[in-house]
C-alpha cells in the first residue's frame, strides 16, 4: 500500500519536472512565432544524388517566422520519430517532452500595436539556416524560433543525402507577402556553418552571413575571401574541434589534413566587417540548442563531452542575441553594444581567438 501510494505521488511529480524542465525558454523577441514545415522542388534542377531518372532537387524546410500576436495552438508533437530516432540516437519518446514555443502553421503577422515595425512594407529579413551533418534542423529549434520572434524570417533546410532522415510533407508557404528579398543573410552550424561561407561567395543575394563552429574549407573563399561582413563563432576550444585532443592530432596535422581554417586570411581581410567570436564552456554540439534543453532531464543520455558545461540558460540567450546583434547590424543598421562587448552583456560570450598569428603552411 505504502510502495502504491508512494507511486501515485512519485509519477505526477516526475512528469511535472520532465514538463518544466523541457519547456523551451520565454520568446525575447517582440513577436509570436509561427512554424511550418513545407516540401519545395526546383523543376529546373535534376538530383545529382538519386539513381531514379527524372527526380528533380527537393528539399524539406522548416519556416520560422513572425505570427499573429493572437494566435492560439500549440506546438503539437516536436518532431517526427524517425529523425529523432536517427539523429539522436534514442528513442523517440525520450524527446516527446519537448515543447517549444513556436504555433504550428500560425496566422503570419499582419501588423498591430505594440511591436516594433517590420521595415518596409511590414516586410521582414530572410535568414536562411543549415545544420550540421547528418543532424536535422528540428534540433536547433530553441534558438531559430527565438531569432524568429525578433523578427526575422527563418528558412532552415533539411538536405536530403547528407541529413540522417528527411521527412518530406506537402503544402506551399503563404508567407511570401511577408519576406523581404532585399534582405537576406546566411549562418549554419558546423557543415552548415561552412556552406554559409560558401553561399556568400556564390550568391550575392545574400548580404550578411554567420558561421557555428565551422571550418572553411571551400577553396574560393580561402583564397579570395568574401566581400559581404561574416562572423565565426566557435565553441570554448582552440582549435575549434574538441574531439582532436581525443584524437591526438595536432593543429597543422588537421588543418592540412582538412585544408580548414579558423581565420583565414583572405576572409579577414576581404570582408567589409569580419569578427570572431567564442562561447565559454560549449562543445561543438553544443550549438545544437536543444540538445542543452534535453540534458536537463537526460543528462546522462546528453554529457558534457556532447554539449559542454554551459547551460542552456546561458547558451540559448547569448546566441539569440548574438545571431539578432550581427544580422540586426547588416540588414536593419541597428548597432548593438554586444558586438563589441560580448562578455558585458552575456558572461559566456567573448571576443574570438585571434589566429592571425598562426601559419597556414
Given at each position: 500500500m505504502v510502495v502504491v501510494l508512494a507511486?501515485?505521488?512519485?509519477?505526477?511529480?516526475?512528469?511535472?519536472?520532465?514538463?518544466?524542465?523541457?519547456?523551451?525558454?520565454?520568446?525575447?523577441?517582440?513577436?509570436?512565432?509561427?512554424?511550418?514545415?513545407?516540401?519545395?522542388?526546383?523543376?529546373?534542377?535534376?538530383?545529382?544524388?538519386?539513381?531514379?531518372?527524372?527526380?528533380?532537387?527537393?528539399?524539406?524546410?522548416?519556416?520560422?517566422?513572425?505570427?499573429?500576436?493572437?494566435?492560439?495552438?500549440?506546438?503539437?508533437?516536436y518532431g517526427d520519430a524517425r529523425e529523432i530516432r536517427k539523429a539522436g540516437g534514442a528513442p523517440a519518446f525520450l524527446a516527446a517532452p519537448l515543447r517549444p514555443r513556436r504555433v504550428a502553421d500560425a496566422p503570419p503577422f499582419a501588423g498591430g500595436a505594440g511591436v516594433g515595425k517590420a521595415g518596409a512594407g511590414g516586410r521582414f529579413p530572410v535568414l536562411l539556416f543549415s545544420p550540421g551533418m547528418e543532424g536535422p534542423v528540428l534540433f536547433y529549434a530553441g534558438?531559430?524560433?527565438?531569432?524568429?520572434?525578433?523578427?526575422?524570417?527563418?528558412?532552415?533546410?533539411?538536405?536530403?543525402?547528407?541529413?540522417?532522415?528527411?521527412?518530406?510533407?506537402?503544402?506551399?508557404?503563404?508567407?511570401?507577402?511577408?519576406?523581404?528579398?532585399?534582405?537576406?543573410?546566411?549562418?549554419?552550424?558546423?557543415?552548415?556553418?561552412?556552406?554559409?561561407?560558401?553561399?556568400?561567395?556564390?550568391?550575392?543575394?545574400?548580404?550578411?552571413?554567420?558561421?557555428?563552429?565551422?571550418?572553411?574549407?571551400?577553396?574560393?573563399?580561402?583564397?579570395?575571401?568574401?566581400?559581404?561582413?561574416?562572423?565565426?563563432?566557435?565553441?570554448?576550444?582552440?582549435?575549434?574541434?574538441?574531439?582532436?585532443?581525443?584524437?591526438?592530432?595536432?593543429?597543422?596535422?588537421?588543418?592540412?589534413?582538412?585544408?580548414?581554417?579558423?581565420?583565414?586570411?583572405?576572409?579577414?581581410?576581404?570582408?567589409?566587417d569580419f569578427r570572431t567570436y567564442q562561447v565559454e564552456g560549449l562543445a561543438h554540439e553544443g550549438f545544437v540548442t536543444d540538445f542543452l534543453i534535453l540534458r536537463r532531464i537526460l543528462p546522462l543520455l546528453v554529457g558534457r563531452d556532447l554539449v559542454g558545461t554551459s547551460r542552456a540558460e546561458q547558451v540559448i540567450p547569448a546566441l539569440t542575441d548574438l545571431v539578432v546583434a550581427w544580422f540586426g547590424l547588416h540588414l536593419r543598421g541597428k548597432h548593438s553594444d554586444l558586438l563589441e562587448d560580448p562578455s558585458g552583456v552575456h558572461a559566456v560570450l567573448r571576443q574570438g581567438i585571434d589566429t592571425s598569428e598562426w601559419s597556414w603552411d
Open positions: 507511486a501515485v505521488l512519485f509519477v505526477p511529480w516526475l512528469w511535472g519536472w520532465i514538463a518544466g524542465s523541457s519547456r523551451f525558454p520565454e520568446l525575447t523577441g517582440a513577436y509570436a512565432v509561427g512554424f511550418r514545415r513545407l516540401s519545395v522542388s526546383d523543376p529546373s534542377r535534376e538530383e545529382i544524388f538519386s539513381a531514379a531518372e527524372g527526380d528533380l532537387r527537393e528539399l524539406m524546410v522548416s519556416v520560422y517566422y513572425p505570427a499573429a500576436a493572437d494566435a492560439q495552438g500549440g506546438p503539437g508533437r534558438l531559430l524560433e527565438q531569432v524568429a520572434s525578433h523578427g526575422y524570417i527563418v528558412v532552415a533546410v533539411d538536405h536530403p543525402y547528407t541529413t540522417g532522415v528527411v521527412t518530406f510533407a506537402d503544402g506551399l508557404a503563404d508567407l511570401a507577402p511577408l519576406a523581404d528579398l532585399g534582405r537576406i543573410g546566411v549562418f549554419g552550424h558546423s557543415f552548415g556553418g561552412r556552406t554559409a561561407a560558401a553561399t556568400l561567395k556564390v550568391d550575392p543575394r545574400f548580404g550578411v552571413g554567420l558561421d557555428f563552429d565551422g571550418s572553411i574549407v571551400y577553396r574560393p573563399v580561402l583564397e579570395q575571401g568574401v566581400e559581404q561582413p561574416f562572423a565565426l563563432v566557435y565553441d570554448d576550444f582552440d582549435p575549434p574541434y574538441d574531439y582532436l585532443a581525443d584524437k591526438g592530432d595536432g593543429v597543422r596535422a588537421w588543418f592540412g589534413r582538412w585544408e580548414g581554417r579558423n581565420r583565414p586570411p583572405a576572409v579577414a581581410e576581404a570582408s567589409r
